[in-house]
């Protein structure tokens, strides 16, 4: 029987995994989601739009609750319940809601009067019916900006997915860092109290002054202090995963390993990162799309310029008040005599500028972005090497030999407990260090292939502010501006 806890937890992540791929939605759009998120991470979506989609998301999290949490497990919790991310999937169901009302075509208008005439007699009646020409022969141009924006959503939300997912994993590591830092202080309360029960024997019998058994209790009581502080900490840092991960009630009762992965001996490939961050990074496309699409909006608005408004065909037809009906074709023209667009055209030529220089900008701190985190996952590996062959073993050392001069009476207490301290700052520097290599490797990921951590809601704001739309081209009849 299998009691590996780390198969366990492998062969549980793999079952959700195949499990939800059996489940993959129906959606087109949210497809193309999945096999981008999917081919970059790994992992799987699922976007509730009914119960069936709720039970199974859940099932699939208590599966993976059952074991330790790892950072890719407890990344997989928050794709499937972190309710945000759902509020973004929804996004893609409003813009391919836009696409499909781009392809249809406006409704026909209807009119009617009826006159009485004051002597009596056989009333007037009038009837028309018109239809919109200009917008059935738009349609294809908005269904091409329409589908642009649908285009733009999917990127954007695969660009948040990956931004929860190096969330996760950065609240997964700083957990565990505390936790392994928890483990040691508690260590460390046991010595202390065995110190000062030791320098008060030491006390009474004269051997030590007063000043140095209160700088022992003293030093005990701190440990308390520090345990108290880190255990606080760790309430803390488990409440933002619970967040992060979107589970309440019994579910967070989850546990994590006491201590970080394991550096692993080799290093991940770092050849090519910025070259490969241009072509992947969702930030990237999506700025890319956005020149696109307000550059083809630009076109379309140049050559429409002179075209009328609006123009309405339809049938009229009216009874006169003898009994005779007179029935013909209706032509209605918004002609562009003081609006030719002018306004509308010098909007979307600076929306035009503003996406270049945007794209220019990713594109520079895309190349800065990757060149730090690989700098970082390299400066920590070597800074974590360096605490854990050289500069732990030494003040281990340090300690155990001014332990063995102060049972020798050759050293006071203070000389033991500063060893101690620095001890204890050179395994926090180790631990912190660790943590922070594999932060950098989750910020590397982030920067490769998803964009800028933090930076996609003002960005997509901004965008959306941007985001060309085609009718009504010009000012219409009402003084509505519709550029």
């Known amino acids: 029987m299998i009691r590996d806890p780390l198969v366990l937890r492998t062969s549980a992540l793999l079952l959700v995994v195949s499990f939800l791929a059996g489940c993959a939605s129906s959606d087109p759009s949210f497809r193309d989601v999945e096999g981008a998120v999917g ?24 599966l993976l609750l059952k074991h330790r949490l790892t950072a890719d497990s407890a990344a997989q919790i928050a794709l499937l319940n972190n309710r945000r991310l759902q509020a973004s999937f929804e996004q893609i169901g409003i813009s391919a809601a836009e696409y499909r009302q781009a392809s249809s075509p406006s409704n026909p208008s209807f009119s009617g009067l009826i006159r009485f005439p ?9 009837f028309s019916v018109a239809q919109n020409l200009l917008d ?13 924006a649908l285009d733009a959503a999917k990127l954007e939300v695969s660009r948040e997915v990956l931004e929860l997912v190096t969330e996760t994993k950065i609240a997964f590591y700083n957990l565990q860092a505390r936790q392994q830092l928890l483990s040691r202080l508690k260590l460390i309360v046991e010595t202390n109290e065995s110190a000062a029960d030791l320098a008060k024997r030491m006390h009474e019998a004269g051997n030590i002054p007063d000043v140095e058994l209160a700088n022992q209790q003293a030093t005990y009581s701190q440990s308390h202090v520090d345990v108290a502080q880190a255990e606080a900490q760790i309430r803390s840092e488990r409440e933002r995963m619970n967040r992060l991960m979107g589970v309440w009630g019994a579910d967070t009762n989850w546990s994590v390993g ?17 070259s490969k961050a241009l072509e992947q990074r969702f930030d990237l496309a999506l700025a890319r799309q956005n020149v696109a699409s307000i550059g083809f909006a630009g076109g379309v608005q140049r050559a429409t310029r002179f075209l009328p408004a609006g123009i309405d065909a339809g049938v009229n037809t009216e009874r006169e008040t003898d ?10 023209l918004r002609l562009p005599i003081f609006d030719q667009g002018q ?14 220089n945007e794209l220019e900008a990713i ?3 895309a190349r800065s972005e990757v060149r730090e985190a690989r700098d970082k996952v390299l400066a920590n590996r070597e800074l974590a090497r360096y605490y854990g062959q050289v500069l732990l073993p030494q003040r281990v050392q340090i300690v155990n030999t001014t332990q063995l001069q102060y049972n020798a009476m050759q050293r006071s207490p203070s000389d033991l407990l500063l060893a101690k301290e620095r001890e204890l700052n050179a395994e926090r520097g180790y631990v912190e260090a660790w943590r922070d290599y594999w932060i950098a490797r989750a910020e590397l990921e982030m920067a490769l292939k998803g964009g800028s951590p933090g930076g996609g809601n003002s960005r997509r704001r901004d965008q959306d502010s941007e985001r060309p739309r085609l009718a009504p081209l010009r000012q219409d009849e009402n003084g509505s501006n519709g550029d």
């Open 39 to 62: 081919s970059r991470t790994g992992k799987r979506l699922r976007w509730m739009q009914n119960s069936g989609d709720v039970t199974a998301a859940h099932e699939a999290t208590r």
């Open 118 to 126: 004051d002597s009596g007699g056989i009333s007037n009646i009038e």
């Open 136 to 148: 059935l022969l738009l349609i294809p141009l908005k269904r091409r900006l329409a589908k642009a």
């Open 258 to 274: 006491d201590r970080l992965p394991e550096i692993p001996p080799s290093e991940i490939s770092l050849s090519r990162l910025e």
């Open 323 to 332: 009994g005779s009906r007179l029935t013909g074709p209706t032509l209605d």
């Open 343 to 356: 306004a509308g055209a010098a909007r979307l030529a600076a929306q035009y500028r503003r996406a270049q």
């Open 363 to 365: 594109a520079v701190e």
